[in-house]
Every structure is written in structure tokens, then in C-alpha cells.
């Protein structure tokens, strides 16, 4: 295996036909990254039974952040307090955070959860995966990924995961659906899903292979423009209407209004 | 000089206001639960609601509300239509202080109120929520400039009050590009949420339908407010100049409702008009109480004539406006929530309705505006800007 803290781009690969639900994942992170009892940054979702007997399967979903291509919580947060870096991890700063939710309304995986619990003294902060920095920087995987006992989550350069996954598939093309969920979605995510069931019954988001930012933002770089369009035309109209009254003084509306004009002249 | 007899120092607690100070009161209380021990046990927020009441109601709705004071302003100075003159300072106190109850709303719903300076030194300009904050604050204070001279006035202070009046167009250029801008970065808001917004309701034409739906609501509100003041401050009803705002409704409305339907036609969600079920219910609530019933009725002269349809139409469009408001920020918004368990296909089912208390600050606040209202027509020339004579000073 080559060394962690090298790898380029560093990447999750969870297969879901390989999940036992054990939940060593939840524990592990809580230990590592010091999670209240309460909380979690992972969430292991069972969807229970599916089908029709004798094919029967059952799905289990390990949901973390997503750390996006082009996270969409980042583009959202008002003052910067997420940032993306070079090798892949989403990174949240609580030290900037102002507690506006707002990236919890962009992020279409719904993972960064707030601290409803905690008032001003204690601090409300939002919460999610880190990629465990304090680990990956040290040649360790994350702790999820240490974990696992049946290897349904590793860990590694997105590049051969992928390969990875897309060769399983093809080893496999009757257990797999064909799809590597995360290598398109949303501009691409740093956390790729293989499943036996269909992803949306695993609770993933149907999305395109443009992040959900894309329109909020190619928007908002009409903000000066318009700014500055409707100023125009503000002042240009309000220099119009009063070069005309000046020209044609009080001759309409020579009702009620003509009172108040006098005044202001 | 008509230096007030309206000056009462004995200050009179009518029933009415103790009611809105003691909702008032406990608003307070809630809000000082709510930063000892969190959002959580005074609020139905969740983390598959991050946004709820708070956020449909102060920031959406009330920002709505607030659109009159860019709408008049801008029809009496940069159109001068002087006729409007009396309506500029009631709607100016009215989008003033709605803006003002959004600031304090705020200041609750914020997980951290005590770091709104952040603003000003962490920047992000890719952030909507940014943009609209600055818009905020920069509107809030023109508005308060714009505002200042009816409290110079009321202290006698001429000169300032004058140089005030002499830069009000350029104020109110420089406010109404603000206000357009912030109308429609609102809707610009939920830009983000495409997969989570109902297709009914997304769409990139967002900010351009708040906005359109922006001035309908102006007009509407203006209407709204004038009729209501006119009864408790007994007031004449300026219904020939409410007449006029009226008749421009249905041209604002049938813009609005021809770029929605298109739009919807264009990106090939008709489909959703009637099989949504709920959503169908919601989508068709609003466009019918908000803007077809109102263009319909405002397009009668007799019925634009009479007070009572004046005010009946200004609630319907109001109404059904607010009902969008809620729509997009709320009701039409679905979150997975990988917390609860429940997988996104199934999240429809997570509901969330506000708890009393969360209710309970949204009504102190109210009940502060409403207070505030009172208060500044009482002591202010709000009413009276053209009785006063000032203006003429304003040329010496």
C-alpha cells in the first residue's frame, strides 16, 4: 500500500453488498474524533428487507460527508468557514461559523448536522466527517476505513478506486448495479458507493453530474452587473422625468399634486 | 405651527398594548431559554429542517412586506409622482422596521448572534446568505436616513433635515438598487436547493419571480397598511391614490403569472400542476389567492373604487404571496435526513410544525413592530410629512 499521507487525491470506496451492519464505523469515529454520546458523523441506515421471496436482499448504508469535487456547502456558507483541500478532505472551521444552517440547506446529502443541544456559552457548532486529518497526515486511514471488518469501506487514490469498483462490477455484473455512485454525482464526490439495490433506496439523492451550486452561483456573478444596470436605469430615469417636469412645469396633474410639488421647489 | 398637541406624557396602556407588551415579554424569556440552552428545546428544528418557521415567517415574509418603501420611494422621487407623497413615510416606517424585526429574528435563529460582525471580516461571495445580509444592513440603514428627517422635523432641527432632503434621490436610487437586488437574492436563496426545492417551485427564473412578485406585494401592502391605519388612527383614506396603486396590479400580476407558467411549461414541469398531490394543493393555493383572484378583482374599476374591495384584494394578494414565501422556504422543501434514518425517498414523510415557543418569538417580534408603528406615528410626522411645511425650508 502506498504511503496515506502521499496520495493525491484521497478517496472512500464503500460497497454495500460487502456491509455486515456492524457498526464498528460509528464507534470507531465517535472514539477517534471525540463524538458525544448523542452524535454521530456516521450514519449506518438499513433499509430493512427488499423484494419478493426467494430473492431477497437487504441493504445497509454507511453515510458520511460526501467531500465533494465542488462542495456545495462551501460555495453556501456565508463567512468561509469550509474549505476543500488539494488531497480531498471538506474541512469545517467552528472558529469562523455564525450558525446560519445555510449549508446544511445546500448540501443535497444533508450531512453537516448542527448542535440544536447547546446554547451561546457552550457554542452550537455544525458537525461533520473530517476524512480524520489527524490520521490521514500520519500514513493511517481514517478511522471508519481502519475499522471495517469486511473491507465494504477503503480507502485510497480516486483513481484506483474507481478502477477498483468499476472492475467488481465487472466481475460481478449480477450482483452490482451497474453504477459507481460519487463519480459523476454532483461534480463528483470523494466518497464512491457500489450497491445490489438501487441507490435511492439507499437514500442517495438523484442528482446530475453538475454540483447543485452551479445555478446559485453562475447567478450571483450577475450581482454587479445588474447592480449596476438598475442603477442606471434608475438614474437615467429619474434625470428624464425631471428634465420633462422642468420643461413642461405643473401643467398635468393639476389636482392635489400641485400643492405638494410647489413645496419642494 | 401645529408643534403637537399629540405630545401625551401620561402613557396610556389600552388593552391592545398590553397584549403585544406581554407577547412581547415572553418572547423575551423564550429567547433568553433558547441562548442558555440552544435552538433545540424551545424549537421543531431539526436537522432535517435546519430552516423553519423563523426563517418562512421574519426573513421571507417580512422582507416581502418590507418591499413597499423601495416601490413608493422610488414613484415619488425618481418618478416624481408627487400625489404618492403620503404614503412615502408610512411605508418607508413599515419596510424600516420589517427590516428591523428580521435583524432581531435573526439574532435568535443564528447559532452564533454574538459573531454577526463576521459579516464585515469572513467574506464568501459565492454565498447568497452573504450578499443578502449585506443588503440587509446597508438597506436598513437608508431606510433609516431616509427616515431620519421626519425626527429632525419632530425636533426641530431644520438644517440637517434639509440637507437630508436635498440627497434624497440619490438615496433612493442607490436604496431601490439595493432593495431589487435583495428581492431578489431571497429567491436566489434557495438557487442552491435544486434537488430539494419542488420542481414547481425551483427554478434559475427564482430571483426574477421575487422580485416581479416583489412589487405586487409593495402595492398590496401599501393598500393593506393605509386601509388599516386609516381605521385605528382615524384617518382619511386616501382612496383615490390607493385606487391608482391598485390599477397597477394586474399588470404586475399577469407579468408575474406569464413568467411562472412559462417558465414551468419551458423546463417541462407542467406535469406537476395536478399530480402532486399536496404540492398541486400548495402550487395552486397560492397562484389563485395570490395572483389570479387579485388580478381579476383589481381589474374593476367599481371594485379598486371601494374601500372594502381595496382591502379584500390587498389580503388575497397578500396571502397568497405570503403562502409562496412559505412554499419556497418551507413546505415544498424536502431534506434527507440520514439522522432519523429515513431514506430521502421516503423524507416527504418527516414533518416538521413549529413548536409553540418558536411561534411565540415570531409574535413578540411582530408585536414589537406593531408597537413601534404606533409609537412613531404617534410621535412622528408620519402621516402629516406635506402639513408640515419643512419642505419649503428645504429650498432656502
Redesign the interface.
Known amino acids: 500500500m502506498t504511503d496515506i499521507q502521499n496520495i493525491q487525491h484521497k478517496t472512500f470506496l464503500f460497497d454495500a453488498t460487502r456491509c455486515i451492519d456492524c457498526r464498528a464505523c460509528m464507534i470507531s469515529c465517535s472514539v477517534e474524533n471525540n463524538i458525544a454520546m448523542n452524535k454521530t458523523r456516521i450514519w449506518v441506515a438499513g433499509v430493512g428487507l427488499l423484494g419478493q421471496y426467494p430473492d431477497l436482499k437487504r441493504g445497509t448504508m454507511v453515510y458520511h460527508c460526501m467531500h465533494c469535487e465542488d462542495p456545495d456547502c462551501l460555495s453556501a456558507c456565508p463567512v468561509g468557514a469550509y474549505h476543500k483541500r488539494e488531497d480531498g478532505p471538506v474541512l469545517y472551521d467552528p472558529a469562523k461559523c455564525i450558525g446560519c444552517r445555510y449549508c446544511m440547506n445546500a448540501c443535497p446529502f444533508g450531512v453537516p448536522h448542527f448542535d440544536y443541544d447547546k446554547g451561546l456559552i457552550d457554542g452550537a457548532f455544525i458537525d461533520k466527517c473530517t476524512m480524520c486529518p489527524q490520521r490521514i497526515d500520519n500514513g493511517q486511514e481514517p478511522a471508519c476505513v481502519a475499522t471495517c471488518p469486511t473491507d465494504a469501506l477503503m480507502f485510497g487514490e480516486r483513481e484506483a478506486l474507481l478502477k477498483e469498483a468499476h472492475a467488481r462490477i465487472a466481475a460481478h455484473p449480477e450482483r452490482y448495479i451497474n453504477h459507481v455512485y460519487g463519480e459523476t454525482e454532483n461534480g463528483g464526490t470523494s466518497y464512491l458507493i457500489l450497491s445490489h439495490i438501487p441507490f435511492n433506496q439507499l437514500g442517495l439523492p438523484n442528482l446530475g453530474p453538475t454540483p447543485v451550486r452551479d445555478v446559485s452561483q453562475a447567478v450571483i456573478g450577475l450581482t454587479i452587473p445588474a447592480a449596476l444596470g438598475i442603477g442606471v436605469v434608475l438614474t437615467g430615469v429619474s434625470l428624464g422625468v425631471h428634465a420633462y417636469h422642468q420643461r413642461k412645469p405643473a401643467v398635468e396633474q393639476p389636482d392635489e399634486s400641485e400643492g405638494a410639488r410647489e413645496e419642494t421647489k | 405651527m401645529k408643534m403637537q398637541i399629540n405630545i401625551n406624557p401620561r402613557l396610556r396602556l389600552s388593552p391592545f398594548v398590553m397584549v403585544l407588551l406581554a407577547l412581547m415579554g415572553i418572547a423575551f424569556l423564550v429567547a433568553m431559554v ?8 424551545i ?1 421543531n ?4 429542517y ?2 423553519g418557521f423563523w426563517v418562512s415567517f421574519d426573513l421571507f415574509t417580512g422582507i416581502a412586506i418590507s418591499s413597499g418603501a423601495f416601490v413608493l420611494t ?1 414613484l415619488v ?7 404618492f ?1 403620503p404614503l412615502v413615510r408610512p411605508t418607508l416606517l413599515t419596510g424600516f422596521l420589517g427590516y428591523v424585526m428580521e435583524v432581531i429574528a435573526l439574532l435568535v ?8 460582525w ?2 464585515f471580516i ?10 443578502i ?1 449585506l443588503y440587509v444592513m446597508i438597506y436598513s440603514a437608508i431606510m433609516a436616513v431616509e427616515l431620519a428627517p421626519a425626527v429632525l422635523e419632530r425636533l426641530k432641527l431644520q438644517k440637517p433635515a434639509a440637507l437630508i432632503r436635498r440627497f434624497m ?1 440619490p438615496l433612493v ?2 436604496g ?2 439595493i432593495s ?2 435583495h428581492q ?2 431571497l429567491g ?2 434557495l ?6 426545492l419542488f420542481p414547481l417551485w425551483w427554478t ?1 427564473l427564482l ?1 426574477v419571480l421575487f422580485f416581479i412578485s416583489s412589487l405586487a406585494i409593495a402595492l398590496a401592502m401599501t393598500i393593506f397598511e393605509s386601509s388599516l391605519s386609516s381605521r385605528y388612527f382615524r384617518r382619511g383614506l386616501e382612496t383615490h391614490l390607493l385606487e391608482k396603486l391598485a390599477a397597477a396590479i394586474p399588470f404586475v400580476l399577469g407579468l408575474y403569472l406569464v413568467v411562472r407558467f412559462v417558465q414551468l411549461a419551458l423546463s417541462d414541469n407542467l406535469q406537476y400542476l395536478f399530480n402532486s398531490g399536496m404540492m398541486s394543493i400548495l402550487f395552486w393555493g397560492e397562484i389563485l389567492l395570490g395572483s389570479v383572484a387579485p388580478l381579476v378583482l383589481f381589474a374593476f374599476k367599481r371594485f379598486r373604487q371601494s374601500p372594502r374591495g381595496l382591502l379584500t384584494g390587498a389580503i388575497l394578494l397578500l396571502l397568497g404571496m405570503v403562502l409562496n414565501r412559505f412554499d419556497v422556504s418551507w413546505f415544498a ?1 424536502k ?5 432519523s ?5 421516503m423524507a416527504y414523510h418527516v414533518h416538521y410544525i413549529p413548536s409553540l415557543p418558536e411561534v411565540s418569538i415570531s409574535l413578540g417580534i411582530f408585536s414589537f413592530g406593531i408597537l413601534a408603528f404606533g409609537l412613531a406615528v404617534k410621535y412622528l410626522p408620519i402621516f402629516e410629512e ?1 402639513g408640515h ?1 419643512p ?2 425650508s ?2 432656502d
Open positions: 433558547r441562548y442558555a440552552v440552544g435552538i433545540g428545546p424549537s428544528l431539526s436537522n432535517a435546519p430552516w422610488s422621487y425618481i418618478l416624481e409622482l408627487e400625489q407623497r435563529d443564528l447559532g452564533h448572534p454574538e459573531r454577526i463576521h459579516y469572513y467574506q464568501n461571495f459565492t454565498s447568497f446568505l452573504l450578499v445580509g434621490k436610487i442607490l431601490a438598487t431589487v437586488l431578489g437574492s436566489a436563496l438557487l442552491i436547493q435544486p434537488a430539494k434559475p430571483p422543501v431534506h434527507p435526513d440520514p439522522l434514518y429515513v431514506p430521502s425517498f406635506e411645511q419642505p419649503a428645504a429650498a
